[in-house]
């Protein structure tokens, strides 16, 4: 197993960081409440691993990315566990790009199944 | 990892801090905040689970204070290649270099920057000198503690503030996320923090700072626009009055005994000129004062 392992773990990385952005929108998207990053790490637990064996850590900066990219906006809430909490919301704009996103997650998902299940003529 | 495992959650943060002591303070700064909030929300929602335990768990969800440094250096490398502008490919010749500074947008936002520090230096300014003479005045009494607190809190909200106004305008990295002292210690310690934290001194002191800097940059740069734009000004106008297409009735004065004609030409180049040494002039005070703000704002506290 120890050889393969590193190809593995570069292979994972690869993919979450292509569908890391993806996930954290469809969840803000599917949430009726402005999330902070811990709840969107938990909620993100409960599905098994989307993030593929990656660190909840990265969810952060990918977050602020995705606020600074005007697809999420955010406020800061005080909390009384500690410090001020940042929330986030989806956007219109966040909206429309989930769904060009959405499709072509469909298509590049399609495709890669056909030829992984030898489906090619 | 070759140290122990951290136990507590301040553990954890100096470890972080260990592994990113290379990285841009600004950064670590974020990376502090972000692992702030995660663990202490962890923390509240298994309430009776003991520190030490909850952070060996932490270690395989957040990950440990080695991968969530790996993380965020990776980060940091691919948001700063995705969303700067890439600066313009620098210009071998003389001429090249100097004109090309009107192409490049941070020399423009740093002369706004100029012009602008006047306003932020006075507010600043203010704010310290009341809040210092305000909390020496009621320190004695008990009213003093909530201005104190008030006062450190509003200190360090102008320094978030300002480094986002450095970070747009200067192109300095600044942190994202306030400073955040931690919680969980009494009311006197937390108080007597703010006044061992050196960041809060060097905050204030680049607040006092800011007023004298505000008046020099906003002096120099209205000095040097107005002197430019002016020789501009009254080149075209020698011009026109020369060519016979406005008649000023004497109030422009080009040079005694020159010809108009070759001397208002000379005027404009000088004034254009002029323009981009003030632009140059922009550039270079905002490179220095970027680097001053994060000594002071950022820097005092990362050992």
Same mark, same amino acid.
């Given at each position: 197993?120890?050889? @393969?392992?590193?190809?593995?773990?570069?292979?994972?990385?690869?993919?979450?960081?292509?569908?890391?952005?993806?996930?954290?929108?469809?969840?803000?998207?599917?949430?009726?409440?402005?999330?902070?990053?811990?709840? @969107?790490?938990?909620?993100? *637990?409960?599905?098994?691993?989307?993030?593929?064996?990656?660190?909840?850590?990265?969810?952060?900066?990918?977050?602020? +990315?995705?606020?600074?990219?005007?697809?999420?906006?955010?406020?800061?809430?005080?909390?009384?566990?500690?410090?001020?909490?940042?929330?986030?919301? @989806?956007?219109?704009?966040?909206?429309?790009?989930?769904? *060009?996103?959405?499709?072509?997650?469909?298509?590049?998902?399609?495709?890669?199944?056909?030829?992984?299940?030898? +489906?090619?003529? | 990892?070759?140290?122990?495992?951290?136990? /507590?959650?301040?553990?954890?943060?100096?470890?972080?801090?260990?592994?990113?002591?290379?990285? #841009?303070?600004?950064?670590? %700064? #974020?990376?502090?905040?972000?692992?702030?909030?995660?663990?202490?929300?962890?923390?509240?929602?298994?309430?009776? /689970?003991?520190?030490?335990?909850?952070?060996?768990?932490?270690?395989?969800?957040?990950? #440990?204070?080695?991968?969530?440094?790996?993380?965020?250096?990776?980060?940091?490398? %691919?948001?700063? %290649?995705?969303?700067?502008?890439?600066?313009?490919?620098?210009?071998?010749?003389?001429? =090249?270099?100097?004109?090309?500074?009107?192409?490049?947008?941070?020399?423009? /936002?740093?002369?706004?920057?100029?012009?602008?520090? !006047?306003?932020?230096?006075?507010?600043?300014? /203010?704010?310290?000198?009341?809040?210092?003479?305000?909390?020496?005045?009621?320190? !004695?009494?008990?009213?003093?503690?909530?201005?104190?607190?008030?006062?450190?809190?509003?200190?360090?909200?102008?320094?978030?503030?300002?480094?986002?106004?450095?970070?747009?305008?200067?192109?300095?990295?600044?942190?994202?996320?306030?400073?955040?002292?931690?919680?969980? %210690?009494?009311?006197?310690?937390?108080?007597?923090?703010?006044?061992?934290?050196?960041?809060?001194?060097?905050?204030?002191?680049?607040?006092?700072?800011?007023?004298?800097?505000?008046? &020099?940059?906003?002096?120099?740069?209205?000095?040097?626009?107005?002197?430019?734009?002016? !020789?501009?000004?009254? =080149?075209?106008?020698?011009?026109?009055?020369?060519?016979?297409?406005? #008649?000023?009735? =004497?109030?422009?004065?080009?040079?005694?005994?020159?010809?108009?004609? $070759?001397?208002?030409? $000379?005027?404009?180049?000088?004034?254009?000129?002029?323009?981009?040494?003030?632009?140059?002039? &922009?550039?270079?005070?905002?490179?220095?004062?970027?680097? !001053?703000?994060?000594?002071?704002?950022?820097?005092?506290?990362?050992?």
């Amino acid at each position: 197993m120890t050889d @393969i392992d590193p190809h593995l773990k570069k292979f994972q990385k690869e993919l979450s960081a292509g569908t890391v952005s993806l996930v954290l929108l469809a969840v803000l998207a599917q949430s009726g409440e402005p999330l902070y990053g811990y709840q @969107i790490a938990k909620r993100l *637990e409960q599905t098994g691993d989307p993030l593929l064996g990656g660190k909840q850590s990265a969810l952060y900066p990918v977050l602020r +990315n995705l606020s600074a990219a005007g697809l999420a906006d955010s406020h800061v809430e005080p909390s009384v566990s500690g410090p001020p909490r940042r929330y986030y919301r @989806i956007t219109a704009l966040g909206q429309r790009v989930l769904a *060009e996103w959405r499709m072509s997650w469909e298509t590049t998902r399609q495709s890669v199944d056909a030829v992984l299940e030898g +489906n090619l003529r | 990892m070759n140290t122990a495992a951290p136990r /507590t959650i301040p553990e954890y943060l100096d470890a972080l801090r260990r592994e990113l002591r290379d990285a #841009d303070p600004a950064l670590v %700064q #974020d990376a502090l905040y972000d692992a702030e909030e995660y663990l202490r929300s962890e923390l509240a929602a298994n309430p009776g /689970t003991d520190e030490a335990s909850l952070l060996a768990s932490i270690a395989g969800s957040y990950g #440990d204070p080695a991968e969530v440094a790996a993380i965020y250096r990776d980060t940091e490398v %691919q948001v700063a %290649q995705a969303l700067r502008t890439p600066p313009p490919p620098p210009r071998a010749s003389l001429p =090249g270099r100097f004109f090309g500074v009107a192409l490049d947008s941070r020399a423009w /936002t740093a002369l706004f920057y100029m012009l602008l520090s !006047l306003a932020t230096g006075i507010v600043y300014f /203010t704010t310290v000198v009341t809040g210092v003479s305000l909390t020496a005045g009621l320190a !004695l009494m008990i009213i003093g503690v909530p201005v104190v607190i008030l006062f450190v809190g509003l200190v360090r909200l102008l320094s978030l503030v300002e480094g986002r106004l450095v970070e747009a305008m200067l192109g300095e990295r600044m942190p994202r996320r306030p400073l955040y002292v931690g919680r969980g %210690q009494p009311w006197l310690e937390r108080i007597a923090a703010m006044f061992t934290d050196p960041r809060t001194w060097s905050a204030m002191l680049y607040q006092l700072l800011m007023l004298p800097l505000g008046i &020099a940059y906003f002096t120099a740069a209205i000095t040097g626009l107005s002197v430019s734009l002016g !020789l501009v000004a009254g =080149g075209v106008g020698a011009l026109l009055e020369a060519l016979g297409v406005v #008649d000023f009735e =004497g109030a422009v004065h080009v040079w005694p005994f020159a010809n108009p004609l $070759v001397a208002a030409p $000379v005027l404009m180049m000088v004034g254009v000129l002029g323009l981009f040494v003030v632009l140059h002039l &922009a550039r270079a005070v905002g490179r220095l004062h970027g680097a !001053l703000a994060k000594q002071l704002l950022v820097k005092t506290a990362q050992h």
